[in-house]
């Protein structure tokens, strides 16, 4: 207990002083999901994935959506942006660039904007940044309406309609949001002599000859475990010996 805590402890000190906030972990198909609470510029949410050999998120079915809408979360405190209180949402991996049209938003495929999402969850009047603007898209943590206090629309200053938990909302990317990312298990391959299996919510380490453990760390030649004089050979899961003369056995 004490060796846990005091690693909690470390891991907390590290984030911390990397300013990485707390991360929520979510396993999904073959990916990891990672949500950071911390406050970032789309663009420094976007660097801060990629340095992690990961991508903003890129959601794309209501499956993905429903595994990830719980883990928002409806308690962030309002911010005041500009002249009225928005709340802050989650970035996730899609733009629209100043001068294309309304609705076309493009989706990251690593660090390249390439696809036009197939399945979308945008919030009542979204996508409705103007043509002429830059626009990113981040996802309402809070439940039913997101306007509060007579928060108004930005551009039609009519009064928001009732958006939901999940949905998709699109504000200058200038704008500090918390962010999610998203890293294939086997990304960054976690197996030592091996390769890596990703399955739907972990991944599985194949290791090469002469190799076990779950991450395929153990040598089975190491220590030596052949006597008198013989050689290790690797073999898939195993290991055998090449006596000298005059020896036999395993
Ligand atoms: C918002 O939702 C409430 C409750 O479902 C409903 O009564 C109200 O009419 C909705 N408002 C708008 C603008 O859609
Ligand atoms: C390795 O091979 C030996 C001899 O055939 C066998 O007894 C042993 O169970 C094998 N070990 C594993 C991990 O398969």
Redesign the pocket.
């Known amino acids: 207990m004490f060796n846990k805590l005091f690693i909690v402890s470390v891991w907390m000190l590290i984030t911390q002083c990397y300013g990485q906030g707390p991360v929520t972990i979510v396993p999904y198909n073959g990916i990891e999901l990672k949500f950071y609470a911390i406050r970032k510029t789309y663009e420094q949410a976007k660097t801060a994935c990629e340095s992690d050999n990961a991508q903003l998120v890129v959601v794309k079915s209501q499956a993905m959506q429903d595994i990830i809408t719980p883990h928002l979360d409806s308690t962030i405190s309002y911010i005041a942006w500009g002249q009225y209180d928005y709340g802050v949402g989650y970035w996730m991996g899609l733009r629209k660039l100043a001068g294309a049209n309304i609705h076309d938003y493009k989706a990251l495929d690593g660090t390249n904007y390439v696809n036009k999402p197939a399945y979308t969850n945008w919030n009542?009047v979204e996508p409705n940044a103007l043509k002429s603007q830059l626009a990113c898209a981040y996802m309402c943590p809070y439940n039913?309406?997101y306007g509060i206090n007579g928060a108004y629309n930005w551009f039609t200053d009519s009064?928001?309609?009732?958006v939901s938990k999940g949905g998709w909302w699109t504000f200058h990317c200038t704008q500090k949001n918390y962010y999610i990312c998203q890293r294939a298990f086997c990304a960054t391959n976690p197996c030592r002599y091996g390769s890596c299996v990703a399955l739907a919510t972990s991944y599985k380490c194949n290791c090469d000859p002469g190799y076990s453990g779950s991450l395929c760390g153990d040598d089975l030649c190491s220590p030596q475990p052949c006597q008198n004089g013989g050689s290790c050979n690797r073999v898939p899961g195993n290991y055998t010996c090449s006596c000298l003369n005059g020896f036999v056995g395993r």
């Open positions: 009542n039913n309406v009064a928001f309609p009732n």
